[in-house]
């Protein structure tokens, strides 16, 4: 019997993360051939985490350009993937959340008769708007997908609310499979400014910041918070931030907070240096999705820097609270973690509700037995 030649595409550091140990699940398994292409919406941030998965694409599009629009990223996306899709005959083509790469690479596979596996599925905010726009890419491909891999029960619900019941797998998610592979009580940081900070004395609070609906007035209002914060808990705090290469984060981030001395503003940083110095943080603030799920794995609290989130399992299981994006409002909730043993214990040691590990293995189980070559996999459930 043939191997089926499954196709993962991904283009950005957040997607490649959550792939990577599926790409390898995939190609451990004997009746599978894992093909991977990825767009490089983000390249060098792509890169960084190809290397540290040891990933070497069968396909890169190379796709970059400077001042690229969402347009241009879609577009020559799906020039792309027309040749990869002639060239590697996928029998089945997976996507990952909610990137430009994964809307575009739905829709490739749809135009092609492929079918679409849509990994990390079933997540919502209802504002079409917010995150933008990742909130519509998600919904699109809910349209053009056959196979759906949801995180969690909540997902999967959402997706039953638009009468998608076929089809639907409950996983955990892939990052959690990821975490296993790369922290490390041992890591040593490529930077020593970040092996000398003083874990053991101090509260690292670590930050990120780049949505674009935070553009503007919000992101000026949390730079603001963040400097406060810094300049008030200098004795026992220490904020670092590695700070996205966007221009308009890179400026804000610089204007409000450079110069404090107990704020480390770093480069991004490889995802496997991500996720230790997660490990060792005392607590996250920030407007990133994969690090709502990441950091309660690893039993640390976070501050959402957005309105809304489209993770509110964790925001229920109490591991994630929304600081929104009012200046006043994120001081009083950062503060009362920094001061309060009682509060920060509650969040840090809540039941994280995304994944026991088994997200890749469920994945794999779940398109064999879609293509009639294994048993159905059981639903992930978080322990209570």
Same mark, same amino acid.
Request: glycine share 6%; net charge negative; aromatic share 6%.
């Given at each position: 019997?043939?191997?089926?030649?499954?196709?993962?595409?991904?283009?950005?550091?957040?997607?490649?993360?959550?792939?990577?140990? %599926?790409?390898?699940?995939?190609?451990?398994?004997?009746?599978?051939?894992?093909?991977?292409?990825?767009?490089?919406?983000?390249?060098?941030?792509?890169?960084?985490?190809?290397?540290?998965?040891?990933?070497?694409?069968?396909?890169?599009?190379?796709?970059?350009?400077?001042?690229?629009?969402?347009?241009?990223?879609?577009?020559?996306?799906?020039?792309?993937?027309?040749?990869?899709?002639?060239?590697?005959?996928?029998?089945?083509? %997976?996507?990952?959340?909610?990137?430009?790469?994964?809307?575009?690479?739905?829709?490739?596979?749809?135009?092609?008769?492929?079918?679409?596996?849509?990994?990390?599925?079933?997540?919502?905010?209802?504002?079409?708007?917010?995150?933008?726009?990742?909130?519509?890419?998600?919904?699109?491909?809910?349209?053009?997908?056959?196979?759906?891999?949801?995180?969690?029960?909540?997902?999967?619900?959402?997706?039953?609310?638009?009468?998608? !019941?076929?089809?639907?797998?409950?996983?955990?998610?892939?990052?959690?499979?990821?975490?296993?592979?790369?922290?490390?009580?041992?890591?040593?940081?490529?930077?020593?400014?970040?092996?000398?900070?003083?874990?053991?004395?101090?509260?690292?609070?670590?930050?990120?910041?780049?949505?674009?609906?935070?553009?503007?007035?919000?992101?000026?209002?949390?730079?603001?918070?963040?400097?406060?914060?810094?300049?008030?808990?200098?004795?026992?705090?220490?904020?670092?931030?590695?700070?996205?290469?966007?221009?308009?984060?890179?400026?804000?981030?610089?204007?409000?907070?450079?110069?404090?001395?107990?704020?480390? %503003?770093?480069?991004?940083?490889?995802?496997?240096?991500?996720?230790?110095?997660?490990?060792?943080?005392? %607590?996250?603030?920030?407007?990133?999705?994969?690090?709502?799920?990441?950091?309660?794995?690893?039993?640390?609290?976070?501050?959402?820097?957005?309105?809304? !989130?489209?993770?509110?399992?964790?925001?229920?299981?109490?591991?994630?609270?929304?600081?929104?994006?009012?200046?006043?409002?994120?001081?009083?909730?950062?503060?009362?973690?920094?001061?309060?043993?009682?509060?920060?214990?509650?969040?840090?040691?809540?039941?994280?509700?995304?994944?026991?590990?088994?997200?890749?293995?469920?994945?794999?189980?779940?398109?064999?037995?879609?293509?009639?070559?294994?048993?159905?996999?059981?639903?992930?459930?978080?322990?209570?």
């Amino acid at each position: 019997m043939e191997k089926l030649r499954i196709m993962s595409v991904f283009g950005t550091r957040p997607e490649a993360i959550k792939m990577a140990p %599926l790409v390898r699940e995939l190609a451990a398994r004997e009746e599978m051939e894992s093909i991977c292409c990825v767009t490089a919406q983000h390249r060098e941030m792509l890169d960084s985490v190809l290397s540290v998965f040891d990933l070497k694409p069968d396909r890169d599009l190379d796709i970059m350009t400077p001042r690229q629009t969402l347009s241009t990223i879609t577009s020559k996306c799906l020039t792309g993937m027309d040749e990869a899709i002639d060239a590697l005959k996928p029998d089945l083509i %997976l996507v990952h959340g909610d990137t430009s790469t994964t809307f575009a690479g739905a829709l490739s596979a749809f135009y092609h008769r492929v079918p679409v596996g849509h990994v990390e599925a079933g997540l919502r905010t209802y504002d079409k708007y917010s995150p933008y726009p990742e909130e519509m890419n998600r919904k699109l491909v809910t349209q053009i997908a056959d196979l759906y891999f949801c995180p969690t029960e909540l997902n999967r619900e959402n997706l039953r609310r638009e009468a998608v !019941t076929e089809g639907v797998f409950v996983t955990g998610n892939t990052v959690i499979d990821a975490l296993k592979t790369t922290v490390r009580t041992d890591f040593a940081f490529a930077a020593e400014e970040l092996n000398r900070l003083p874990c053991d004395r101090k509260k690292i609070i670590l930050v990120t910041c780049h949505r674009r609906e935070n553009y503007g007035r919000p992101m000026e209002d949390i730079m603001s918070a963040l400097a406060h914060i810094a300049r008030t808990h200098g004795e026992d705090v220490e904020m670092v931030y590695p700070v996205h290469l966007s221009p308009a984060v890179q400026e804000c981030a610089k204007r409000h907070l450079s110069g404090i001395k107990n704020v480390h %503003l770093i480069p991004p940083l490889a995802a496997d240096e991500m996720h230790n110095l997660m490990a060792r943080c005392y %607590l996250v603030m920030t407007d990133s999705g994969g690090l709502q799920e990441e950091a309660p794995a690893l039993g640390k609290p976070v501050l959402v820097l957005r309105r809304e !989130t489209e993770r509110p399992e964790a925001v229920t299981a109490g591991t994630v609270k929304l600081a929104g994006v009012v200046r006043e409002d994120i001081i009083t909730m950062a503060e009362e973690l920094i001061r309060d043993p009682e509060a920060y214990a509650a969040m840090a040691h809540a039941v994280n509700p995304y994944g026991d590990g088994n997200a890749c293995r469920r994945i794999a189980d779940a398109i064999l037995w879609h293509f009639g070559r294994g048993e159905k996999p059981e639903d992930f459930r978080p322990q209570s």
